[in-house]
């Protein structure tokens, strides 16, 4: 699943991980409503909010709802 908005990517549940669609091909993964990096302390938010846009993420698992 690919998803291109700020809207669906807000609408994720947390423990969702996701890869960016860049050249890196970023890992990040819902916590606590955060987007959070594997490898970085700070969240990750404004890195998942533009590049969505950008680039569009893939969703590689779906947390559930809690």
């Known amino acids: ?3 291109r ?3 669906e990517l807000d609408e994720l549940p ?3 991980e996701i890869e ?4 890196r ?3 990040l993964f819902k916590r606590g409503g955060d987007w959070c ?3 970085k302390v700070a969240t990750q938010n404004m890195i998942a909010y ?3 846009r950008r680039w569009g993420v893939r ?3 779906k947390g559930s709802e809690k």
């Open 1 to 3: 699943m690919t998803i």
């Open 5 to 7: 908005t700020i809207r």
């Open 14 to 16: 947390d423990g969702t």
């Open 20 to 23: 960016i669609q860049d050249k």
């Open 25 to 27: 091909d970023t890992p």
């Open 37 to 39: 990096s594997p490898s």
């Open 50 to 52: 533009v590049n969505v």
């Open 59 to 61: 969703v590689i698992e």
